[in-house]
């Protein structure tokens, strides 16, 4: 097969993670751990969403009173949850993603380009689905067409 057919091939078709069993097992180890967090953290505020998929949660209204002053601190809450919950589900996604990777062999390739992911990014984000370059090739993008 020529290069450029390589090359055209989807990123995930390229490789298999080309990193060491030890390597893996404790990246596995860390975003187990991210994981639990994650769900321990959303669940001081929102339960499990029993209807649709894992990472969903729904955050509670909560109940100060029925004075004006009560009910403008459980909206101002509530919209702070909201946030909050939204930022924990996209984290515990991508900690859920990378874990699935790894069950197929597939973890520490970046979803872009096909090309490993450095060791180096991946233990300071184990999660990271992009090598460094892909990342700030797609922000700067990004931030070109808002301009």
């Known amino acids: 097969m020529g290069k450029n057919a ?11 993670s080309p990193f060491s069993a030890e390597f893996i097992d404790k990246i596995k180890g860390m975003l187990m ?29 909560p109940d100060y009173g029925d004075k004006d002053d009560e009910n403008a601190a459980e909206v101002a809450e509530y919209e702070t949850n909201l946030s909050i919950e939204q930022t924990l589900e996209k984290k ?11 069950v197929k062999g597939e973890y520490g390739i ?3 380009c096909g090309k490993p992911i450095e ?3 991946l233990l300071a984000r184990p999660d990271s689905g992009s090598h460094v370059e892909c990342k700030e090739a797609i922000t ?3 931030r070109h067409k808002k301009a």
């Open 33 to 61: 751990a991210e994981k639990t967090n994650l769900e321990r953290d959303l669940n001081k505020f929102a339960k499990k969403n029993p209807h649709t998929v894992e990472e969903d949660y729904t955050s509670a209204f």
């Open 119 to 121: 060791e180096k990014r």
């Open 110 to 112: 970046c979803k872009h």
């Open 92 to 102: 515990l996604r991508d900690v859920n993603a990378a874990l699935q990777k790894i």
């Open 140 to 142: 700067l993008e990004t």
């Open 6 to 16: 390589e090359q055209m091939k989807r990123p995930s078709e390229q490789k298999k």
